[in-house]
């Protein structure tokens, strides 16, 4: 099972985090970030899957790709804002971290406009 592949090399991540926290904070930090990335390559195949699938169920439904690729970047950004928020927390950054969250939430605002104007063009047309 994956997620014990997963929870197991989280832990010792984790121990190897707690190790170097008070002796070296830059490497329990280092260990952080490739911990995370090392994670987020582990879980590329699977989120290609749920990609795979959106898209094939999208074209049955006969929705417009572009709005689930709408959809897909949000959750992306999202995903990747948290991560670089948590790093640069743990890192001691709070500024930093709040700064990537608000250009995160600028960035989602920016890339749902058509997803907002295709709503309202709908809400327009059945009025």
């Not at 074209?59 to 928020?85: E, H, M, N, R, W």
């Amino acid at each position: 099972m994956d997620i014990i592949k997963i929870i197991a090399f989280s832990l010792v991540s984790l121990f190897l985090f707690m190790y170097f926290k008070e002796e070296k904070p830059s490497v329990a930090t280092q260990i952080s970030l490739v911990s995370g990335v090392l994670l987020l390559l582990f879980l590329l195949s699977p989120i290609g899957e749920v990609i795979t699938f959106l898209k094939d169920m999208s074209s049955k439904a006969d929705i417009d790709s572009f709005y689930i690729t709408l959809v897909l970047k949000i959750v992306g950004i999202t995903y990747i804002a948290t991560f670089a928020t948590e790093i640069c927390k743990e890192a001691g950054a709070q500024g930093i971290a709040s700064r990537i969250e608000l250009a995160a939430k600028i960035l989602i605002l920016v890339i749902a406009m058509p997803i907002l104007m295709g709503v309202l063009d709908a809400i327009l047309k059945i009025m």
